[in-house]
């Protein structure tokens, strides 16, 4: 099993490391609306990325818009997002004109952590597909491998940067919630090296004390069943497509 994309685009813009779970360095992105085949390659990387549909879940969930909250802009931005993460191709200034226009919607966030964790362990599965910086200055597709693991219920988080058979690191820790703003502490980190065992190493933070805005945070703009949006404490935005775990064939 494998995991496919990694977290953040710089510690600058995020201040938290990436993480997955150690055991897995590949995933197929879902994507709902569209029964999208195509696949793309990470230059970095020798993971391949596949567009999939997740069977078990209902077209009419896609998307966590209220009627009175969508518009056609908003829509379109959403869009414009989904074939970005498909296909990688859609130009940066547009990307950053729909990551600006679904900032300023101001959505009911209500739904947005059980979208993004799940309602059951272990939760819910994102790769990293842009980062922009700071008042969406500028941006770009991020070229790693990173992928984030919310679990809702156990309040957990693991993200994690792979580098196919060179290797992997991940970090884990929890997670609180509060009204749109996701805080968390990693508590442990894990470095994989080759076919040896994951060395894992505690981070000493391990007190049971809840993250608050004084650590690293998300603040989230935008969360469906295929994609997220969010900017971090240090300003930068980024958005992510939901995975799923697959086999190696």
Same mark, same amino acid.
């Given at each position: 099993?494998?995991?496919?994309?990694?977290?953040?685009?710089?510690?600058?813009?995020?201040?938290?490391?990436?993480?997955?779970?150690?055991?897995?360095?590949?995933?197929?992105?879902?994507?709902?609306?569209?029964?999208?085949?195509?696949?793309?390659?990470?230059?970095?990387?020798?993971?391949?990325?596949?567009?999939?549909?997740?069977?078990?879940?209902?077209?009419?969930?896609?998307?966590?818009?209220?009627?009175?909250?969508?518009?056609?802009?908003?829509?379109?931005?959403?869009?414009?997002?989904?074939?970005?993460?498909?296909?990688?191709?859609?130009?940066?200034?547009?990307?950053?004109?729909?990551?600006?226009?679904?900032?300023?919607?101001?959505?009911?966030?209500?739904?947005?952590?059980?979208?993004? &964790? &799940?309602?059951?362990?272990?939760?819910?599965?994102?790769?990293?597909?842009?980062?922009?910086?700071?008042?969406?200055?500028?941006?770009?597709?991020?070229?790693?491998?990173?992928?984030?693991?919310?679990?809702?219920?156990?309040?957990?988080?693991?993200?994690?940067?792979?580098?196919?058979?060179?290797?992997?690191?991940?970090?884990?820790?929890?997670?609180?919630?509060?009204?749109?703003?996701?805080?968390?502490?990693?508590?442990?980190?894990?470095?994989?090296?080759?076919?040896?065992?994951?060395?894992?190493?505690?981070?000493?933070?391990?007190?049971?004390?809840?993250?608050?805005?004084?650590?690293?945070?998300?603040?989230?703009?935008?969360?469906?069943?295929?994609?997220?949006?969010?900017? &971090?404490?240090?300003?930068?935005?980024?958005?992510?497509?939901?995975?799923?775990?697959?086999?190696?064939?």
């Amino acid at each position: 099993m494998m995991w496919s994309q990694t977290h953040i685009s710089s510690p600058a813009i995020w201040v938290s490391p990436p993480f997955i779970p150690h055991t897995f360095t590949k995933y197929n992105p879902i994507f709902l609306n569209s029964r999208c085949s195509t696949s793309f390659r990470l230059t970095t990387t020798t993971t391949k990325l596949r567009a999939s549909v997740e069977d078990t879940i209902n077209d009419t969930s896609t998307l966590l818009l209220e009627q009175d909250q969508s518009t056609p802009e908003l829509e379109q931005s959403v869009e414009v997002l989904k074939k970005a993460a498909k296909t990688r191709k859609v130009p940066k200034n547009e990307v950053l004109s729909a990551l600006s226009v679904i900032e300023k919607a101001k959505l009911d966030p209500s739904k947005f952590l059980e979208t993004l &964790g &799940g309602s059951k362990s272990p939760g819910r599965t994102w790769m990293l597909i842009f980062t922009a910086e700071k008042k969406l200055k500028g941006g770009r597709y991020f070229p790693l491998t990173a992928v984030q693991r919310f679990d809702a219920e156990a309040k957990r988080i693991e993200n994690g940067v792979f580098l196919g058979s060179l290797g992997s690191l991940t970090f884990e820790g929890r997670i609180s919630w509060k009204n749109k703003i996701l805080a968390f502490i990693f508590e442990r980190i894990r470095l994989k090296v080759g076919p040896f065992n994951p060395l894992e190493v505690s981070l000493g933070n391990e007190d049971n004390s809840e993250p608050n805005t004084k650590n690293p945070f998300f603040i989230w703009y935008y969360v469906d069943e295929e994609i997220a949006v969010a900017r &971090g404490k240090s300003g930068g935005t980024a958005f992510w497509c939901r995975c799923s775990r697959v086999t190696n064939p």
